[in-house]
Nanobody, 124 residues
Framework: QVQLVESGGGLVQTGGSLRLSCAASGRTFSSMGMGWFRQAPEKEREFVAAISSGGYNQYYEDSVKGRFTISRDNVKNTVYLQMNSLKPEDTAVYYC?????????????????WGQGTKVTVSS
């Protein structure tokens, strides 16, 4: 079993930055693919970014390319999402997810474990 705990959300103005963290329990973190998803009010959950188990491959949703960066520290069992140039449309609850397969994926069904989420609000 893997537990994921997100942190780092908050209120920020347009153009600002936040760094989200997701701390994972368990010994299998370094073998797992990790992803970030988000869900805005009254919208479906959507993919944001993913990183492979070794950290060598990353994949981003088009609207965040060039603004968001996903990274991981397999010693600290933590994955990060650096968010720059934030926009009001980035407002959402952000979820961390872990997949046993270890590969990079934008599909939520490929992830086996989910965190509780951290709220990000970008004011205009």
């Amino acid at each position: 079993q893997v537990q994921l705990v997100e942190s780092g959300g908050g209120l920020v103005q347009t153009g600002g930055s936040l760094r989200l963290s997701c701390a994972a329990s368990g010994r299998t973190f370094s073998s797992m693919g990790m992803g970030w998803f988000r869900q805005a009010p009254e919208k479906e959950r959507e993919f944001v970014a993913a990183i492979s188990s070794g950290g060598y491959n990353q994949y981003y949703e088009d609207s965040v390319k060039g603004r968001f960066t996903i990274s991981r520290d397999n010693v600290k069992n933590t994955v990060y999402l650096q968010m720059n140039s934030l926009k009001p449309e980035d407002t959402a609850v952000y979820y961390c997810a872990a997949g046993r397969a270890g590969a990079i994926s934008f599909r939520s069904i490929d992830y086996d474990y989910w965190g509780q989420g951290t709220k990000v609000t970008v004011s205009s």
